[in-house]
């Protein structure tokens, strides 16, 4: 039996982006398509085969330990971030804001799918969900530029909703309004916690 199945949930890549420059601002240029290098997508500063430990992993590396990156990717959802913004008490949310890198619409609860997952697109090109991406305030000084005195409700309205982080296991192309398949771990939910 495969460790992976393909389902019948098919979503849509809505919207790609990269952040040129992490360190300057989170927030993403918006694409019409990325390249998936091994790596991540061509021009992400959040790319990268490595990258220094951070806050996420302090329980089991002090920061700035050298790991492998299982960030390469911020994907959200397009529901969720319409749920977001409507929590915000905004009509809609630019996902540049946000520092993403893909918005997927069409699969429902995506930011608890689970880890391992695989989404793949149009031209073969595959991520790897790693697991779900916890909300933080980087997003809010984007947001507040954009939106004066909205800034600070995001990490609040974001969580559970925040989408996930991903890596490429396959390389490719993924262009607005592809299909996405989604394929799921072949194995029960864990019952030891």
């Known amino acids: 039996m495969a460790a992976l199945q393909k389902t019948d949930i098919m979503g849509r890549i809505v919207w790609l982006g990269v952040v040129g420059n992490r360190e300057a601002i989170l927030q993403s240029g918006a694409l019409d398509q990325i390249t998936a290098l091994f790596s991540g997508p061509e021009g992400e500063a959040h790319?990268?085969?490595t990258?220094?430990?951070?806050s996420r992993v302090l329980a089991q590396y002090p920061r700035g330990t050298i790991?492998?990156?299982t960030r390469q990717l911020s994907i959200l959802s397009a529901e969720e971030v319409a749920l977001i913004a409507a929590e915000m008490g905004l009509a809609d949310l630019d996902p540049a804001l946000l520092g993403a890198t893909m918005v997927v619409a069409g699969i429902v609860d995506f930011t608890h799918l689970p880890p391992s997952s695989r989404l793949q697109g149009a031209s073969g090109a595959?991520?790897?969900v790693d697991m779900e991406n916890q909300p933080c305030t980087l997003p809010a000084r984007p947001i507040e530029g954009v939106h004066p005195?909205?800034?600070a409700k995001f990490k609040a309205a974001a969580k559970g909703r925040r989408g996930v982080t991903a890596w490429v296991e396959r390389e490719g192309l993924f262009r607005v309004g592809d299909a996405?398949?989604?394929h799921r771990p072949a194995q029960r939910a864990w019952r030891g916690g």
């Open 47 to 49: 790319g990268g085969v």
């Open 51 to 54: 990258r220094p430990s951070c």
């Open 67 to 69: 790991i492998r990156n």
């Open 126 to 128: 595959t991520l790897v």
């Open 149 to 151: 005195g909205f800034g």
């Open 180 to 182: 996405i398949a989604l």
